[in-house]
């Protein structure tokens, strides 16, 4: 089992639903950059963010964390049997990332001026703190695909007849790159590990900042604690939710193996989560505002039960062995994250004086579903040009057998 290109069709009925909802959601987006949000959204001076912070930066965000997570696991504590995931994780964190980055541009009014805090350093705003760290994570999250890169391509370099002449110039810079990547990925390695507990942290520190503007239930002084501990939490069910649409997608034998010793590592961060977050309502004694039944205790209600639900399935090995199970549970806690982040950014911050209530537009849900598509589609391109999802080669076998019959044969 190596990591190679992914050799199956490109186009199929799932993929041109994915093309159009992405097609839908750029039409979208040109009317937003060219007539600015009011012209899409249902956000104005009363409502200053809703579904694309939410969703597509603040939940995005968390469900990239499979990136640091995997990255943790498989070269820090030198797990080496999740080196098969690690790649894959490592696309979707570079992926995610880009398109947060993309999902800020399109939210800020004035989003040609989105490079100010290059230049314009606020070092007591956690604000500038979450873009510093995302666009220095981003860049290593590049540097770290990079290998992938010239994996590919060394000594496989074949520019047209008029470009031919680049060809082992090109090649000779590929294994430059790589020969020096190989000595100094640890450094970026370790930096996006740190570089990502500190913005996913950060992000919790945003709405403690909004202090009365937040409701009890999600207010509270541990949030960028536990804005860290759900990030770490579905970072593995990520991987595994990834790795099994994948495998169904493509025709491909899921990594059972390694996703069932994923799935048996949840259980204990979730009940961790748990445990905080329970915690924490009790010490406060903010249960009281469950017990009123209205549509912002309901939305906690629905958020707690997804993780409880989940940390439950993940404590049954029938449930981790299975790829329905593991599937179903991992969706759970996907879910369950991305309500968090929902009710901590758009139902439980209320702007003081703002006289109507927000509910997202038909043009922000077509932005959201359209990059989500777009995510979707890029990804299965990449990994069907690099080597990027571990597979069994029947070339490589078929060749590997006959050379070893061969063998054989001249020792008798």
């Not at 350093?121 to 981003?138: D, P, R």
């Not at 549509?295 to 404590?315: K, N, R, Y």
Request: charged share 15%; hydrophobic share 55%; net charge positive.
């Amino acid at each position: 089992m190596i990591p190679w290109p992914v050799k199956y069709r490109f186009f199929t009925p799932g993929v041109i639903i994915l093309i159009i909802i992405a097609l839908n959601g750029l039409a979208f987006l040109a009317v937003r950059f060219f007539s600015g949000l009011g012209a899409v959204t249902n956000l104005d001076n009363n409502t200053p963010w809703g579904l694309w912070i939410g969703v597509d930066v603040a939940a995005g965000v968390a469900l990239a964390a499979g990136g640091f997570t995997s990255a943790a696991l498989g070269h820090i504590m030198h797990r080496e049997h999740y080196h098969a995931i690690v790649r894959p994780a490592l696309l979707t964190a570079m992926l995610g990332y880009t398109f947060v980055a993309f999902a800020v541009c399109v939210d800020i009014g004035r989003f040609y001026y989105i490079w100010h805090p290059l230049i314009m350093w606020n070092g007591n705003s956690a604000l500038f703190e979450v873009g510093i760290c995302v666009m220095i994570y981003m860049t290593v999250l590049y540097i770290e695909f990079l290998p992938i890169v010239t994996e590919r391509f060394m000594g496989r370099v074949d520019l047209p007849e008029f470009l031919s002449f680049l060809n082992k110039p090109i090649d000779k810079v590929l294994r430059y790159l790589d020969s020096r990547l190989k000595l100094t990925m640890f450094v970026f390695i370790i930096a996006g590990v740190v570089l990502s507990t500190l913005h996913q942290s950060s992000l919790g520190t945003l709405m403690v900042i909004a202090g009365q503007k937040m409701h009890p239930l999600w207010q509270t002084p541990v949030l960028p604690l536990l804005f860290l501990l759900s990030a770490i939490a579905v970072g593995f069910p990520m991987i595994i939710f990834e790795s099994l649409i994948a495998s169904r997608s493509f025709k491909i034998k899921p990594e059972m193996k390694i996703l069932s010793r994923l799935g048996a590592m949840v259980a204990p961060i979730v009940g961790i989560y748990l445990a905080v977050k329970i915690g924490d309502i009790f010490i406060r004694e903010t249960f009281k505002y469950i017990l009123i039944f209205d549509a912002t205790a309901w939305m906690f209600i629905a958020e707690m039960s997804l993780f409880i639900i989940a940390f439950i399935l993940f404590l049954s090995k029938k449930i981790t062995n299975s790829p329905l199970g593991l599937f179903s549970a991992s969706l759970l806690v996907i879910a369950g994250v991305m309500l968090n982040r929902v009710n901590n950014f758009i139902v439980a911050y209320k702007p003081f004086f703002n006289p109507s209530a927000y509910f997202p537009s038909f043009g922000e849900i077509s932005v959201t579903l359209g990059c989500i598509a777009l995510l979707v589609l890029v990804y299965r391109t990449v990994v069907m040009i690099f080597p990027v999802i571990t597979q069994e080669r029947k070339d490589l076998v078929k060749k590997i057998i006959e050379i070893e019959n061969s063998r054989a044969g001249s020792f008798k």
